[in-house]
């Protein structure tokens, strides 16, 4: 038995903005629902820990394997990952579970979609909670060139742009991909450096030269990182690749829309040794949002609501209390 089966409701489908949606779902049906978004290259399963401590709080939890990952459709054209389809497909879950608003919460990537929820879709949202993205305002250019001047060409967001290569590369061999990422803050720091000369985050040189044989910094256990590597052995890494090959789109797009958040419950927890977004990429955020509160987790790296579950679970519960009390 798969420890997704184990460690997570059992799961749920849903025919929503023209693609079928696996989510997962615990606690009872009633106040507010929490939406949980994971990143790349993760899962619903990513988020099997705060699952657990809402539904035993008594909170309604509902976490998606969203579009392009796990039991979810994953659609070819690469159009179909904009941003407008990413918060449509959490809209449409709301439409499904006949609810009015939701608290989304997002880590990673699905911390870029939550953060712009209340932009496309102020109605439907209630609260946002985001961990280790910020909330930014829209960059003063297309945000891959900026990238490509800032950190150069073999950046892995700049690299993510070329069709195929980065599919194939990190397809090649599932397992050293996903224990290549999955590494706590020490091995991901490591991963941060430029070699001489090179790109930061220049994760496809990185992964070829990288030992797989490294025990010494791994975050998940056999059982759960079997889970990752057997879904994305099925799915490939197209579907989760698309995402940020509508990093222009999405800028394009975004003209006219507001730069900031206001009238909406914000949570921002930011983790300490995180490389990728770090504390100091935050720091502007209380400018742009009228109702924020921020804390950092201390001593997690890019994985915090793996890495440092307890005390994630502490800060969201204790907001909830607070900002949405049963």
């Known amino acids: 038995m798969s420890a997704i089966d184990t460690e997570m409701p059992p799961v749920k489908r849903a025919h929503v903005n023209g693609i079928d949606l696996a989510y997962y779902e615990a606690g009872p049906r009633q106040g507010v629902p929490i939406i949980l978004c994971h990143g790349f290259p993760e899962l619903a399963y990513s988020w099997r820990h705060q699952i657990r401590a809402l539904a035993d709080a008594g909170r309604w939890v509902i976490a998606p394997d969203q579009r392009g990952y796990g039991l979810t459709s994953r659609p070819q054209a690469v159009a179909d990952y904009d941003i407008e389809h990413l ?33 496309l879709h102020p109605s439907r949202v209630a609260g946002v909670i985001g961990l280790n ?84 910094t791994q975050l998940l256990t056999a059982e759960e990182l079997a889970v990752f590597v057997d879904t994305f052995q099925a799915t ?63 001593g997690s790296g890019h994985w915090t609501q793996q890495e440092k579950p307890e005390e994630v679970n502490r800060l969201i519960l204790h907001w909830l209390e607070r900002r949405f009390p049963q």
């Open 133 to 216: 993205t910020p909330f930014m305002p829209r960059a003063p250019m297309d945000p891959i060139a900026l990238m490509r001047m800032r950190f150069g060409p073999d950046m892995y967001i700049v690299w993510f742009q070329t069709p195929g290569d980065a599919d194939a590369v990190l397809a090649a061999d599932v397992e050293k991909t996903m224990r290549f990422f999955m590494r706590r803050p020490a091995g991901l720091a490591t991963a941060a450096q430029p070699a001489q000369g090179g790109s930061t985050f220049a994760f496809k040189t990185l992964l070829q030269q990288w030992d797989p044989t490294d025990q010494g």
């Open 236 to 298: 490939g890494f197209t579907g989760g690749i698309n995402w940020y090959r509508n990093f222009t789109r999405n800028w394009e797009r975004s003209e006219g829309l507001p730069g900031r958040i206001d009238g909406v419950a914000c949570l921002m927890i930011t983790a300490e040794l995180d490389p990728v977004l770090t504390p100091s990429s935050a720091e502007g955020m209380p400018t742009l949002i009228g109702d924020l509160e921020m804390h950092m987790v201390s």
């Open 87 to 119: 918060t449509g497909d959490l809209v449409g879950l709301l439409d499904h579970l006949g609810v009015e608003k939701a608290i989304f919460c997002g880590h990673d990537w699905g911390g870029f979609v939550v953060w712009q929820a209340p932009l």
